[in-house]
């Protein structure tokens, strides 16, 4: 297993999110909020449209990181803020997706541990919309 080293990226990795996804997320987490779901509930609080659930994007980050390591490390804990939504538009509108981009960079490697600390970024429409996102990852 080859060590994480620090300043090591990972290749952005860009997610198509569709409302089918949604829908699919919603049923396995049971976080059927309809602002996920329904526009005109989206609407009602203020939202443009149908958002992601923050968990999935979250998720998606995670998996990233995880994935990005080989399998061989433990991704021991991730942390993030939400700090804007990510809008998901009906599948009849051009693109008919969100596109996410997720990127992480090692930023520090504990010498004793071998824990890496993992910098995440992930956006929309190039913004940021997870903000001090940090995974920490050991050696399995």
Do not use: C
């Not at 060590?3 to 996804?21: C, F, K, N, S, Y």
């Not at 399998?71 to 993030?80: D, E």
């Not at 992480?104 to 541990?113: G, I, L, M, N, R």
């Not at 190039?126 to 920490?136: D, F």
């Amino acid at each position: 297993m080859a060590p994480l080293t620090v300043g090591q990226e990972v290749p952005e990795h860009v997610i198509h999110l569709r409302r089918a996804d949604l829908r699919d997320y919603a049923a396995a987490s049971g976080d059927r909020n309809p602002i996920h779901l329904d526009d005109d509930v989206a609407a009602e609080v203020g939202l443009p449209g149908v958002i992601a659930h923050g968990m999935l994007t979250m998720g998606h980050a995670a998996r990233i990181v995880s994935d990005a390591a080989g399998g061989a490390w433990t991704l021991r804990s991730i942390s993030v803020r939400f700090t804007r939504p990510v809008v998901v538009p009906p599948q009849h509108d051009d693109p008919g997706y969100a596109e996410l981009r997720i990127r992480a960079k090692v930023t520090a490697v504990d010498e004793t541990t071998g824990e890496a600390t993992i910098a995440i970024t992930a956006t929309f429409n190039g913004q940021t919309v997870l903000a001090r996102a940090e995974a920490r990852a050991v050696p399995a």
